[in-house]
């Protein structure tokens, strides 16, 4: 079972960026707002465009997530929406971090919230076998089914059975570059893995290190094996190895890590060489490309980058950093890894179900692409509704990967291998970075951090 508790280190790190991101795309600038369409309609009125909901006049509606500051505003949004296509009223209820924690304790005093937000498939799985969460309902079930890829309606299952909807995406699977030092080292976007390493080149022929990375944080690390993992082995394989069903010794590792190696083993291409790496954190990694002085060419990394770039610099997100998918690994196509929010009921209630039914249409992904820092896994959500060209270009590259996306593989690893500073995983590819040249010491390291991690020793 995977372990929930206690998870920390980049999870934080990375829920910490995010929070950022409705104001920050806000500012971009580069695009403009899809207009607010038609108004929604009186309480429990189905006039209106959209599904069909109950009215739920005199019901109040509580729903735990994680969001705060700007992210919390903006679906606040979402749920006003609800409340005038129903008539329900809406509580808000700060997670923290801590959801999965947070959620316990309220089971344990028997006042769950009626929907909750989570953000690892293994938190879904655990409390599915607790029976803290409901199977939906029959037209939940057929909304996900209208508007959503298989592979995100497989995520949010337990034992053959819905449990949630997916209302809220990532994509990490970019590489963001600053484009004054690809103009001046005469480089253009790759397309392979191939042509990256060709392009590096000609970034570090020009006096600049190409890459940039916060090694110190491990979750970066994970996130490049993963897309190349993907990328070559495929989504079948991708998904074995997340289940430790075939071990981190199987060539398919082996030749990911080889790959890798042909970039890591370059220290030059670094600022600072490798120990620069092991000694930056995610954030100081944005401003050594997108700084006033920068030192490096290329950032590997999710939309996230695209606040941060815009929080800690001056570059102008669009024109001076831009982003190129990450590039196809031979003999793989471009990769697709993902992150999300998955709202599940907590209570067989009208008004949990009506809101998981809601949160499953196109009209509840636009209250908030229009407003900006969200990315919704909604295949059906009109594009024009994105806040910003940048936010639109990234979802097009989601929804484009149809059913052959994958979500983060650490994600939804035992926490121990997958999600803990200096253990597992993370340690594991740090230790690979140091000394890239020994991939069966690497791969023994991982598949004995694994197999302890799996088997809740």
């Not at 989601?398 to 052959?404: K, R, V, Y």
Request: hydrophobic share 40%; glycine share 12%.
């Amino acid at each position: 079972m995977t372990r929930i508790v206690g998870r920390s280190g980049g999870r934080g790190v990375r829920r910490a960026v995010g929070a950022l991101a409705a104001a920050s795309l806000l500012a971009l600038g580069l695009g403009a707002c899809g207009d607010d369409g038609d108004d929604a309609a009186p309480s429990g009125d189905q006039s209106a465009a959209g599904p069909r909901l109950p009215s739920l006049s005199g019901t109040t509606v509580s729903v735990a997530g994680v969001w705060t500051g700007d992210e919390q505003a903006s679906f606040k949004k979402v749920l006003t929406d609800f409340e005038k296509r129903t008539g329900a009223k809406t509580e808000f209820i700060p997670t923290g971090d801590s959801a999965a924690t947070f959620l316990g304790q309220r089971v344990d005093g028997k006042a769950p919230p009626d929907v909750a937000f989570l953000a690892q498939p293994g938190a879904l799985k655990q409390f599915a076998e607790k029976g803290w969460i409901k199977p939906v309902t029959p037209d939940v079930q057929a909304a996900v089914e209208a508007n959503f890829a298989p592979q995100w309606e497989k995520l949010a299952s337990y034992d053959n059975k819905l449990y949630g909807v997916y209302y809220k995406g990532a994509n990490k699977s970019l590489v963001w570059y600053n484009t004054r030092i690809f103009e001046d080292a005469g480089a253009t976007e790759p397309a392979t893995w191939a042509d990256l390493q060709k392009t590096a080149a000609l970034v570090s022929d020009s006096g600049t290190p190409p890459f940039a990375a916060g090694g110190a944080d491990g979750w970066v690390l994970t996130d490049w094996f993963e897309n190349i993992y993907l990328s070559q082995a495929g989504p079948d394989m991708y998904d074995k190895l997340a289940r430790h069903e075939v071990p981190w010794t199987d060539p398919s590792v082996t030749t990911a890590l080889e790959a890798l190696a042909q970039v890591w083993s370059k220290g030059d291409w670094f600022p600072g060489g490798t120990e620069g790496v092991l000694q930056t954190e995610f954030p100081a990694s944005v401003p050594q490309v997108f700084g006033e002085s920068p030192k490096a060419g290329m950032l590997p990394g999710g939309d996230f980058i695209g606040t941060n770039i815009i929080k800690d610099t001056k570059a102008e997100v669009g024109k001076d950093a831009k982003f190129f998918a990450f590039p196809a690994v031979a003999p793989g196509k471009p990769p697709v890894v993902t992150g999300g929010d998955v709202a599940v009921a907590m209570k067989d209630s009208p008004g949990a179900m009506a809101l998981l039914a809601y949160l499953a249409s196109p009209e509840a992904a636009k209250v908030w692409a229009e407003q900006g820092g969200y990315i919704s896994p909604n295949k059906n959500l009109d594009v024009v509704a994105y806040h910003d060209d940048v936010t639109r270009q990234i979802a097009e590259k989601l929804i484009a990967a149809g059913d052959d996306f994958r979500f983060d593989l650490s994600d939804q690893a035992p926490s121990a291998f997958g999600g803990t500073k200096g253990e597992g995983m993370w340690r594991d590819l740090q230790d690979f970075l140091r000394n890239p040249s020994d991939v069966a010491g690497a791969q023994a390291k991982l598949e004995a951090d694994a197999a302890k991690a799996f088997s809740g020793a």
